[in-house]
């Protein structure tokens, strides 16, 4: 099978388990995985084997510039602390705690042990946004796995450099004072270096962008923006994931400043089109490459059980780093005094279930070397590629199709009535706001008065209707009566829409356009 033929599969197969996923209240990594991993167990299948660089230059840039545009500044400011201790901490006491288990249950070298444990110590963002979304958690808790996702993959990306760089050149020789400090030397560099290349190319994104009024050429910057951020990481010799996450916080923050309304409609629906492809190919290939794998294990061996092992020791750690960490956020915002109780169980409970592992330790597992500085086979590497890949398999399964049980359980998800109520509470003061610019305009007779009764009518209309959804005047069937007559009538709209086109009265291509005023219509009166 060519690969042109692999990847239109994957696409495939990536479209229907969404589908179903969607159906089933499933979280679609976790079902497209299991379908690649059930799909690469069929006989005749034939190995499936991907190049680190798919992976990590086209797949990887893109869905972390993604991820990144959902991180709201005012939440994340709030949450930088927690963070940055999981981002750093966290990552190191996984990777630490992994290498030693593997070290004890194996014949691994301990060095080799370091880089499994770096490449499986960052948690996944693609994965960890698409369930913290469908789950309504609330802002801040959603920042905090989202945020702590994208960063701790930095840190474990540059860690995983370090750690090679180790394990190839003989370096675990030295003292351990000197490899400590050549270890943090290196951090410094490449961390530091890749955020100052994702400054640069986010400032040039910027200046470019506010410059361009053709929303295809905006399109087109939006997409290679990402990939420009990482080759240039890559170039430079520091941190690409650092970039990439540095340049697309930059745009993101500016992004309402630099676009127009119609421009981001077209790109957000091109980059929700190419980030659902990527998604279904990478997260199917994961479970798809996994009985390859295996079948090139020289020494099977009890391999299921190391990895659940080593799947174990990761939750037990973010378990163990999670819990006191909220437990003393919580004292030193004095919300744990003497007689007050304790700090809640719940939303600990659940950051510790959310670090579910994915894409990026997958690139990181693939791109592990094939040889040491020497030319000799670095040893046990297809043991430590099998059992990374296994340990995402279990954290997305497992982890994926658990949390959302655990979120009901524990209740910390926003009610969908609150969710309305403050929806509600928006689209009126919005209303409000528009409706007083409105007296401005009329009092500086800056506008025709037939203009301006006409959208007081539409402001008034949509202002009653807020008010309703969210309790105001207490009257809610009339605002469910106004939504069915709006609805009746765009009905009726579209069936005379229909009448025209068939008597030859307008063309196809005024067809087209006036059925997508009413489908803009129809969008705006549903639930979103």
Sequence with gaps: MHSAEIVLALVVLGTAGSAFANRLRIPPPSLLVAAGLLVGLLPGIPAVRVSPDVVSFVVLPPLLWAATSDLPGRDLR???????????????????????????????????????????????????????????????????????????????????????????GGAAATSWGGVLWHGAAQFVLLAGGGALAGGLVGAAVIGLRGRITDPVLESVTALVAPYAAYVAGEQLHVSGVTAVIVAGLAVGSRRTRITTPATRLQVDAVYQTVIFLLESVVFALIGLQLPALVRDLDQPGPWPLIALAIAATLIATRVAWVFPLWAARQWLRGQWRRGQGRPSWTVPAVVSWAGTRGVVPLAAALSIPLTAADGAPLPQRDLLLVLAVTVIVISLIIQGLTLEPLVRRTAVAQPPASIEQEEATGRLRMAEAGLARLDELAASQQAPTAVIDRMRQVLNARASQARAQAGADGNGGSAETEHEIRLDVLTAQGNELGRLYADGVISAATCLKLQRTLDLEHTRLEPQ
């Design 78 to 168: 709030a949450v930088w602390r927690p963070v940055t201790v999981l981002a750093v901490g966290l990552v190191l006491a996984s990777a630490a705690a992994v290498a030693v288990v593997l070290a004890a249950v194996t014949s691994v070298p301990l060095a080799m042990a370091f880089v499994l444990g770096a490449v499986l110590a960052s948690t996944d963002p693609v994965a960890v946004s698409a369930l913290g979304r469908r789950l309504s958690l609330p802002p801040r808790v959603q920042t905090l796995v989202q945020a702590e996702s994208l960063f701790n993959d930095g840190t474990s990306l540059v860690l995983f450099k370090i750690a090679v760089s180790f394990a190839v």
